[in-house]
Protein backbone atom coordinates (compact mmCIF):
# COMPACT_ATOMS: atom_id res chain seq x y z
CA UNK A 1 0.00 0.00 0.00
CA UNK A 2 1.05 3.50 -0.69
CA UNK A 3 1.68 5.46 2.58
CA UNK A 4 3.97 8.60 3.47
CA UNK A 5 5.98 9.07 6.73
CA UNK A 6 7.39 12.15 8.16
CA UNK A 7 9.09 10.65 11.19
CA UNK A 8 9.03 14.42 12.65
CA UNK A 9 5.56 14.67 14.77
CA UNK A 10 7.43 18.49 16.29
CA UNK A 11 10.34 20.75 15.82
CA UNK A 12 11.53 23.66 17.82
CA UNK A 13 13.80 26.02 15.95
CA UNK A 14 14.72 29.26 16.63
CA UNK A 15 14.08 31.83 14.34
CA UNK A 16 16.64 33.30 11.88
CA UNK A 17 18.08 29.52 11.99
CA UNK A 18 17.37 26.78 8.81
CA UNK A 19 14.95 23.98 8.83
CA UNK A 20 14.36 20.72 7.61
CA UNK A 21 11.01 18.80 7.82
CA UNK A 22 11.25 14.79 6.41
CA UNK A 23 9.35 13.45 3.99
CA UNK A 24 9.43 9.12 2.70
CA UNK A 25 7.33 7.73 0.66
CA UNK A 26 6.22 3.82 -0.29
CA UNK A 27 4.98 3.60 -3.73
CA UNK A 28 5.81 1.40 -6.39
CA UNK A 29 6.72 4.09 -8.92
CA UNK A 30 7.90 7.65 -8.53
CA UNK A 31 4.64 9.31 -7.41
CA UNK A 32 3.66 13.14 -7.54
CA UNK A 33 4.53 14.66 -4.57
CA UNK A 34 3.79 17.75 -2.41
CA UNK A 35 3.80 20.07 0.39
CA UNK A 36 1.52 21.88 2.08
CA UNK A 37 1.53 24.25 5.33
CA UNK A 38 -1.68 24.57 7.80
CA UNK A 39 -1.90 27.40 10.14
CA UNK A 40 -4.33 26.50 13.16
CA UNK A 41 -7.86 25.88 12.32
CA UNK A 42 -7.77 26.51 8.70
CA UNK A 43 -7.28 24.56 5.01
CA UNK A 44 -4.20 24.01 3.70
CA UNK A 45 -1.39 26.00 1.35
CA UNK A 46 0.74 24.21 -1.23
CA UNK A 47 4.11 25.39 -0.67
CA UNK A 48 5.66 23.77 -3.68
CA UNK A 49 5.22 19.89 -5.87
CA UNK A 50 7.50 17.87 -7.87
CA UNK A 51 6.53 15.14 -10.46
CA UNK A 52 9.50 14.90 -12.93
CA UNK A 53 12.46 16.86 -13.86
CA UNK A 54 14.79 19.32 -11.68
CA UNK A 55 15.38 16.95 -8.26
CA UNK A 56 15.22 20.23 -6.22
CA UNK A 57 12.30 22.27 -6.28
CA UNK A 58 11.76 26.06 -5.41
CA UNK A 59 8.28 27.04 -3.87
CA UNK A 60 6.68 30.16 -1.92
CA UNK A 61 7.69 31.58 1.05
CA UNK A 62 11.39 30.82 0.43
CA UNK A 63 10.95 26.98 0.94
CA UNK A 64 12.59 24.19 -1.40
CA UNK A 65 12.44 20.57 -1.54
CA UNK A 66 14.42 17.68 -2.88
CA UNK A 67 13.72 14.44 -4.37
CA UNK A 68 16.13 11.68 -3.86
CA UNK A 69 14.83 8.77 -5.65
CA UNK A 70 17.35 6.57 -3.84
CA UNK A 71 15.90 7.48 -0.39
CA UNK A 72 12.46 7.78 -1.41
CA UNK A 73 12.22 10.83 0.51
CA UNK A 74 10.91 13.99 -0.34
CA UNK A 75 12.51 16.82 2.42
CA UNK A 76 11.23 20.54 2.99
CA UNK A 77 13.99 23.01 3.54
CA UNK A 78 13.90 26.72 4.22
CA UNK A 79 17.56 28.18 4.76
CA UNK A 80 16.28 30.99 7.25
CA UNK A 81 12.75 30.22 9.57
CA UNK A 82 10.65 33.50 10.37
CA UNK A 83 8.42 33.57 13.38
CA UNK A 84 5.20 33.46 10.61
CA UNK A 85 7.03 29.76 9.47
CA UNK A 86 5.09 28.58 12.98
CA UNK A 87 2.43 26.38 11.47
CA UNK A 88 1.61 22.41 10.72
CA UNK A 89 3.36 20.97 7.10
CA UNK A 90 1.95 17.79 5.49
CA UNK A 91 3.54 15.62 2.94
CA UNK A 92 1.18 14.43 0.15
CA UNK A 93 1.83 12.00 -2.66
CA UNK A 94 -0.64 11.62 -5.35
CA UNK A 95 -0.89 8.10 -6.95
CA UNK A 96 -0.03 7.93 -10.86
CA UNK A 97 -2.95 5.56 -11.81
CA UNK A 98 -5.59 7.74 -10.07
CA UNK A 99 -6.50 10.87 -8.25
CA UNK A 100 -6.38 9.32 -4.89
CA UNK A 101 -4.15 11.57 -2.65
CA UNK A 102 -2.53 10.02 0.42
CA UNK A 103 -1.26 12.54 3.65
CA UNK A 104 1.61 12.52 6.02
CA UNK A 105 0.84 12.92 9.73
CA UNK A 106 2.68 16.03 9.65
CA UNK A 107 5.20 18.13 11.66
CA UNK A 108 4.03 20.54 13.92
CA UNK A 109 7.06 23.69 13.37
CA UNK A 110 7.63 26.12 16.59
CA UNK A 111 9.21 29.03 16.13
CA UNK A 112 11.07 30.62 19.31
CA UNK A 113 12.50 34.17 19.26
CA UNK B 1 -13.63 34.96 -7.37
CA UNK B 2 -12.66 30.74 -7.53
CA UNK B 3 -12.81 28.70 -4.78
CA UNK B 4 -13.93 26.10 -2.12
CA UNK B 5 -16.39 26.63 0.14
CA UNK B 6 -17.35 24.65 2.96
CA UNK B 7 -19.98 25.15 5.63
CA UNK B 8 -20.74 25.44 8.14
CA UNK B 9 -17.36 26.73 10.12
CA UNK B 10 -18.47 24.84 13.30
CA UNK B 11 -21.26 22.37 13.89
CA UNK B 12 -22.71 20.63 16.94
CA UNK B 13 -24.76 17.21 16.61
CA UNK B 14 -26.38 15.05 19.47
CA UNK B 15 -24.77 12.10 19.06
CA UNK B 16 -26.58 9.29 17.34
CA UNK B 17 -27.82 11.82 14.51
CA UNK B 18 -26.95 12.10 10.72
CA UNK B 19 -25.31 15.43 9.89
CA UNK B 20 -24.47 16.47 6.62
CA UNK B 21 -21.24 18.91 5.74
CA UNK B 22 -21.13 21.08 2.17
CA UNK B 23 -18.64 21.32 0.05
CA UNK B 24 -19.01 23.93 -2.60
CA UNK B 25 -16.33 24.30 -5.65
CA UNK B 26 -16.49 27.12 -8.34
CA UNK B 27 -13.05 25.93 -9.87
CA UNK B 28 -14.71 23.40 -12.53
CA UNK B 29 -12.64 20.29 -11.02
CA UNK B 30 -13.52 17.18 -11.51
CA UNK B 31 -11.97 15.33 -8.40
CA UNK B 32 -13.22 16.24 -5.34
CA UNK B 33 -12.32 14.81 -2.01
CA UNK B 34 -13.09 14.57 2.31
CA UNK B 35 -10.62 14.08 4.66
CA UNK B 36 -10.64 13.99 8.15
CA UNK B 37 -8.17 15.55 10.31
CA UNK B 38 -7.49 14.39 14.43
CA UNK B 39 -4.17 15.61 16.28
CA UNK B 40 -1.37 13.63 15.27
CA UNK B 41 -3.14 11.77 12.93
CA UNK B 42 -2.73 14.00 10.18
CA UNK B 43 -5.23 13.84 7.01
CA UNK B 44 -7.06 10.86 6.69
CA UNK B 45 -8.87 10.22 2.98
CA UNK B 46 -12.44 9.53 3.92
CA UNK B 47 -14.01 9.84 0.11
CA UNK B 48 -12.94 10.93 -3.38
CA UNK B 49 -14.82 11.23 -6.16
CA UNK B 50 -13.39 11.48 -10.33
CA UNK B 51 -16.04 12.69 -11.87
CA UNK B 52 -19.64 13.61 -11.53
CA UNK B 53 -21.73 10.14 -10.41
CA UNK B 54 -18.38 8.47 -8.75
CA UNK B 55 -16.96 7.73 -6.11
CA UNK B 56 -14.49 5.44 -4.28
CA UNK B 57 -13.63 4.70 -0.68
CA UNK B 58 -10.58 6.49 1.18
CA UNK B 59 -8.89 4.82 3.62
CA UNK B 60 -11.37 5.31 6.49
CA UNK B 61 -15.05 5.24 5.06
CA UNK B 62 -16.66 3.32 7.49
CA UNK B 63 -19.69 5.84 8.90
CA UNK B 64 -19.64 8.00 6.05
CA UNK B 65 -21.49 8.11 2.93
CA UNK B 66 -21.07 10.76 0.02
CA UNK B 67 -23.16 11.81 -3.14
CA UNK B 68 -21.65 13.43 -6.61
CA UNK B 69 -25.22 14.75 -8.45
CA UNK B 70 -23.27 17.99 -9.68
CA UNK B 71 -19.31 19.03 -10.44
CA UNK B 72 -19.67 21.53 -8.66
CA UNK B 73 -20.96 19.82 -4.83
CA UNK B 74 -19.85 16.70 -2.78
CA UNK B 75 -21.51 16.26 0.32
CA UNK B 76 -20.19 14.28 3.28
CA UNK B 77 -23.08 12.31 5.73
CA UNK B 78 -21.49 11.59 9.16
CA UNK B 79 -23.89 9.21 9.79
CA UNK B 80 -24.83 7.63 13.50
CA UNK B 81 -22.44 4.78 12.54
CA UNK B 82 -19.55 6.56 12.55
CA UNK B 83 -18.01 5.40 16.23
CA UNK B 84 -16.37 8.82 16.62
CA UNK B 85 -17.21 12.10 14.59
CA UNK B 86 -16.35 14.82 16.40
CA UNK B 87 -12.81 16.02 13.90
CA UNK B 88 -11.99 18.58 11.74
CA UNK B 89 -13.39 17.97 7.92
CA UNK B 90 -11.41 19.26 5.45
CA UNK B 91 -13.06 19.17 1.39
CA UNK B 92 -10.25 19.70 -1.41
CA UNK B 93 -10.74 19.96 -5.25
CA UNK B 94 -8.46 19.20 -7.85
CA UNK B 95 -7.83 19.73 -11.73
CA UNK B 96 -8.41 16.20 -13.32
CA UNK B 97 -7.26 17.33 -16.80
CA UNK B 98 -3.31 17.04 -15.28
CA UNK B 99 -2.47 13.89 -12.56
CA UNK B 100 0.65 16.24 -11.02
CA UNK B 101 -1.76 18.84 -9.93
CA UNK B 102 -2.34 20.22 -6.80
CA UNK B 103 -5.66 19.72 -4.30
CA UNK B 104 -7.12 22.79 -3.45
CA UNK B 105 -8.83 22.72 0.43
CA UNK B 106 -11.55 24.54 1.81
CA UNK B 107 -11.40 26.05 5.02
CA UNK B 108 -12.77 23.33 7.08
CA UNK B 109 -15.19 22.19 9.20
CA UNK B 110 -15.17 21.61 13.15
CA UNK B 111 -17.90 18.83 13.90
CA UNK B 112 -18.81 17.85 17.80
CA UNK B 113 -20.82 15.46 19.05
CA UNK B 114 -22.15 15.78 22.40
Known amino acids: AQSVTQPDIHITVSEGASLELRCNYS??????LFWYVQSPGQGLQLLLK??????LVQGIKGFEAEFKRSQSSFNLRKPSVHWSDAAEYFC???????????FGAGTTVTVRA | DGGITQSPKYLFRKEGQNVTLSCEQN?????MYWYRQDPGQGLRLIYY???????QKGDIAEGYSVSREKKESFPLTVTSAQKNPTAFYLC?????????????FGQGTRLTVV
Open chain 2, 27 to 31: LNHDA
Open chain 1, 27 to 32: YGATPY
Open chain 1, 92 to 102: AVGHINDYKLS
Open chain 1, 50 to 55: YFSGDT
Open chain 2, 49 to 55: SQIVNDF
Open chain 2, 92 to 104: ASRDRGLMNTEAF
